[in-house]
T-cell receptor
Framework: AQSVTQLGSHVSVSEGALVLLRCNYS??????LFWYVQYPNQGLQLLLK??????LVKGINGFEAEFKKSETSFHLTKPSAHMSDAAEYFC???????????FGRGTSLIVHP | NAGVTQTPKFRILKIGQSMTLQCTQD?????MYWYRQDPGMGLKLIYY???????DKGEVPNGYNVSRSTTEDFPLRLELAAPSQTSVYFC??????????????FGPGTRLLVL
């Protein structure tokens, strides 16, 4: 069985500061990994995903994530936060061969002016 | 492409009432999912479908039923509403052929309040 742990239910940063949202996973087989973003009163949309190609994955809106197999991590970063980045972020893992992803509990990103 | 659409956007139910949450996708996706989202708990899978006529239980199926008579539609039925079913419900779809890195596409959600 797979699982996802997102450290920190809330992360607060100042505008212009580095954003780091942490995600650790467990999977018995090589996984596919995803970050989704949910803006207020909307559904989730894909930010980026790792599908066993490059370990550093670039997504939309300047976000990127690095797959580190030795650390079983897939942390999401952005060099400079914007006010518009305030949202809920979900990490998800899907083992190869499975059709059902498992989602983390989510991290709420708060951006201060 | 409208993507994934859900109706209604918001509903208040009394305990014991029934309702159907509608979900339609126009992307010809074979996989469809129903999730519920509760504060601080992430997404919990209720039911999913791998194609028309085939459905299976997820993590939290009790109190819900689904059907999939067409590729496009995947309604979720609540038979006897309980306060514990107060939540935000999301429908999603994806095209899956070999259990790879398929992206899920989500609808805007239905907010349900059971009183």
């Amino acid at each position: 069985a797979q699982s996802v742990t997102q450290l920190g239910s809330h992360v607060s940063v100042s505008e212009g500061a580095l954003v780091l949202l942490r995600c650790n996973y467990s999977s018995s087989v090589p996984p596919y990994l995803f970050w989704y973003v949910q803006y207020p009163n909307q559904g989730l949309q894909l930010l980026l995903k790792y599908t066993s190609a490059a370990t550093l994955v670039k997504g939309i809106n300047g976000f990127e994530a690095e797959f580190k197999k030795s650390e079983t991590s897939f942390h999401l970063t952005k060099p400079s936060a914007h006010m518009s980045d305030a949202a809920e972020y979900f990490c998800a893992v899907k083992p190869g061969g499975s059709y059902i992803p498992t989602f983390g509990r989510g991290t709420s990103l708060i951006v201060h002016p | 492409n409208a993507g994934v659409t859900q109706t209604p956007k918001f509903r208040i139910l009394k305990i014991g009432q029934s309702m159907t949450l509608q979900c339609t996708q126009d992307m010809n996706h074979n996989y469809m999912y129903w999730y519920r989202q509760d504060p601080g708990m992430g997404l919990k899978l209720i039911y999913y479908s791998v194609g028309a006529g085939i459905t299976d239980k997820g993590e939290v199926p009790n109190g819900y039923n689904v059907s999939r008579s067409t590729t496009e539609d995947f309604p979720l039925r609540l038979e006897l509403a309980a306060p514990s079913q107060t939540s935000v419900y999301f429908c999603a779809s994806s095209y899956s052929s070999a259990g790879g890195g398929e992206t899920q596409y989500f609808g805007p959600g239905t907010r349900l309040l059971v009183l």
